[in-house]
């Protein structure tokens, strides 16, 4: 039986063009800034995002590690939604490693404002830890970030003397679904992570971007946390393979993950929020099953998905074509959940 693998956009495997511009690439030591595909990767991303300099390093995690390492500072707080990835998914990290402490904010899609963050610097006090930093992660759960929120979390922040951390993961995705840039989404923010290894199809690596003086930082604690890499030119190559090939085609997986939402909430044993489908991810349950169990049923029928509590999360990618889309809509109109 055909699976269609829809658990996240990182399960997709490189394409015969990528690992072709892998075997080409040109490299040296990169912990020397010797590897000539590894600068020419940082180049282009400094570029896109309009930031001074960009550092290559091993994951979303460690870029968003390292902001929260040298932006907030040891026992200091950060701000950001509740669901954001580095409170959720990022195993304690910031406390663990950063000495950060991360306070999470309600916020309606997981999208911060100005005056959601309003109460929630600290006073300056003796016995009070100092709010550094606020972190806003785009796309959140698919959705994303509206500039107002971003103009006015960049306007509290500067009164505020706070860093901006943009967790851009999934940056391109909200760049092809609204068609604000990349640059002008980090002109909010002082530095700015996104990923090559998520929808864009690369297996390894992500970008961190902000000013000269951060970089400086940014390239010794990536070697203090132990993802300073020798030859990884071979990696960057996928990653520059990734920009140049990849960006405009997730305007493929938006629809189809349009196509997919409309299919369920026509078929009805789910009601998915189209609103909150605004790129490559959707979110639904199903009224009396726990998320796992539906998950399960689904990959009795060929669809691999994610369960997050009573929500089960589909996430389109590189890995599925139209018609592939066509195939799976077939399949989940006549999905019948069952009620153990
Ligand atoms: C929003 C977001 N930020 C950061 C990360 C971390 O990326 P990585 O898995 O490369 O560490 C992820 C991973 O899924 C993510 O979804």
């Known amino acids: 039986m055909k699976q269609f693998d829809l658990r996240s956009d990182t399960i997709t495997k490189p394409t015969q063009g990528m690992r072709e511009a892998m075997y080409r690439a040109e490299v040296g030591d990169d912990v020397y800034r010797e590897d000539p595909t590894v600068n020419r990767l940082e180049a282009m991303a400094a570029q896109l995002t309009g930031k001074e300099r960009a550092l290559f390093v091993t994951s979303g995690s460690m870029g968003n590690l390292i902001a929260l390492y040298i932006n907030c500072g040891r026992g200091n707080e950060v701000l950001a939604a509740q669901d954001a990835h ?5 195993i304690g990290a910031p406390a663990a490693i950063a000495g950060v402490l991360p306070i999470g904010i309600a916020a309606p899609r997981g999208i911060l404002s100005a005056q959601l963050l309003a109460d929630k610097v600290k006073p300056q006090a003796y016995d009070l830890a100092a709010t550094t930093m606020v972190e806003v992660e785009n796309t959140i759960g698919g959705c994303c970030y509206p500039v ?5 979390i960049r306007e509290f922040a500067t ?3 706070l860093k901006v951390h943009m967790d ?25 992570t996104f990923c090559l290894s998520k929808g864009l199809g690369a297996p390894v690596g992500s970008l961190l971007c902000g000013n000269e003086a951060f970089y400086r930082q940014a390239l010794k604690v990536r070697k203090m946390l132990g993802g300073g890499m020798r030859q990884s030119g071979i990696l960057a190559a996928a990653g520059i393979y990734a920009l140049e090939h990849h960006v405009n085609r997730l305007a493929d997986d938006h629809l189809h993950a349009q196509e997919i939402a409309r299919t369920i909430n026509a078929a009805g044993w789910a009601e998915i929020d189209m609103d909150g489908v605004q790129t490559n991810i959707m979110f639904f349950s199903v009224e009396g099953m726990d998320g796992s169990t ?15 509590g009573d929500n089960v999360r589909l996430v389109t990618n590189l890995s599925l074509d139209d018609e592939d889309t066509r195939q799976l809509c077939r399949i989940l109109a006549k999905f019948e959940p069952k009620k153990q």
């Open 159 to 161: 009164v505020h003397g």
């Open 294 to 308: 539906v998950v399960r049923q689904l990959e009795q029928v060929g669809v691999l998905a994610n369960a997050e």
């Open 168 to 192: 851009g993961a999934r940056v391109f995705n909200a760049q092809i679904a609204t068609g604000v840039s990349i640059s002008e989404y980090a002109s909010y923010a002082d530095t700015i």
């Open 148 to 152: 107002e929120n971003l103009i006015g």
């Open 86 to 90: 580095i409170i959720q998914h990022e």
